[in-house]
């Protein structure tokens, strides 16, 4: 049985105070009526970790942070260490977000040094992957995400795969309104999970979380969470909004 998560990714995305009144809003909505056995996490940006920490201290929301570095300590200005992150109260990190990969310049073996680095560190890690809308015209969407996933796994133990979380984040549906039919992303994640398969065997495949992201909202929660290989989803804009966040936590409601 894979438990379902619910993730926010708040990117790039608030001040101080807009934080604060975030957190508490969904703190606030998720007590009022708890989520049945849905696992919640929130991602703010890195001032705000600490904020939303002390916020959301004694609830049964999660903390995550959007990027790490693969070393422990050093010259790397305007870096994050994974211990660094542990501190500041996180469980979880996300890692290879497309915008990091397509903005950033982020390759694929910077991607599988920092799943390793969060593994160490006793993180979980949610490894993004997903292919472009030129990719995905030109028949190119499993090439794409299996190099992504391989690149990612590599030299990582079968026994730890588990312990991260995939996420299959179509780049042309992030920030765009469109969204992958729930066919869509069930194909994908199948195929991701018999990927998944060859890279650590079928006993890691079937326990390792596989999320949808890209333009995931309350009315379309529902039916992708429907689809037997997705086990929850990784929200950009709409977790930005605590009563929509909520309702897509909700949304065996």
Known sequence: MRP?????NWKMNGTAS???????GIRRGLEERPPDGVEVLVCPHYLALERVRAILDGSTVRLGAQDLHWES?????GEISPAMLREAGCTHVIVGHS????IMGESNEQVNRKLKAALAQGLTPIVCV???LEERTAGDTRQVVERQAQKAFEGIP???VPRAVLAYEPVW???????????QAEEVHRFL?????????PEAAERIRILYGGSVKAENIKELMEQPDVDGALVGGASLDAASFVKIARYKE
Request: charged share 25%; hydrophobic share 35%.
């Open 4 to 8: 379902p998560l619910i993730a926010g």
């Open 18 to 24: 807009e934080s604060d009144a975030l957190a508490r």
């Open 73 to 77: 300590k050093g010259a790397f200005t």
């Open 99 to 102: 915008e990091r990969r397509h």
């Open 130 to 132: 997903g292919e472009l």
């Open 158 to 160: 079968a026994t730890d």
């Open 173 to 183: 549906a992030i920030g765009t309104g469109r969204t992958a039919s729930p066919a």
């Open 193 to 201: 999970r018999n990927t998944m398969t060859r890279i650590a065997g």
